[in-house]
């Protein structure tokens, strides 16, 4: 079992910068792709940013360019550095951690809330 363990949200204005921490905790010598996804009220969730335990990484277009996803020594933390953020980043924001036998895991989301 894994447990995600998230920090690093909160409030920021337009233009400002946030940086996102998920610590995987347990069985995490089994974890492959780590990522981020958000999900605004509305909305369905999703994927902000991935990355392999090689360091390949994957954005969607409307954070390229601005946000930063990298990964921890030990590989079992990923972080996201926010930069020029905008009111439409405006989401809760959770972690997943993909398992090699298929299954993955989510963190308990963290609220990161840009003001214009």
């Known amino acids: 079992q894994v447990q995600l363990v998230e920090s690093g949200g909160g409030l920021v204005q337009a233009g400002g910068s946030l940086r996102l921490s998920c610590a995987a905790e347990g069985s995490i010598s089994r974890i492959d792709v780590m990522a981020w996804y958000r999900q605004a009220p509305g909305n369905q969730r999703e994927l902000v940013a991935s990355?392999?335990?090689?360091?390949?990484?994957n954005y969607a277009d409307s954070v390229k360019g601005r946000f930063t996803i990298t990964r921890g020594n030990a590989r079992n933390t990923v972080y996201l550095q926010m930069n020029s953020l905008k009111p439409e980043d405006t989401a809760r924001y959770y972690c997943?951690?993909?398992?090699?036998?298929?299954?993955?895991?989510w963190g308990q989301g963290t609220q990161v809330t840009v003001s214009s």
């Open positions: 990355i392999t335990t090689g360091g390949s990484t």
């Open positions: 997943k951690a993909d398992h090699v036998g298929g299954w993955y895991y």
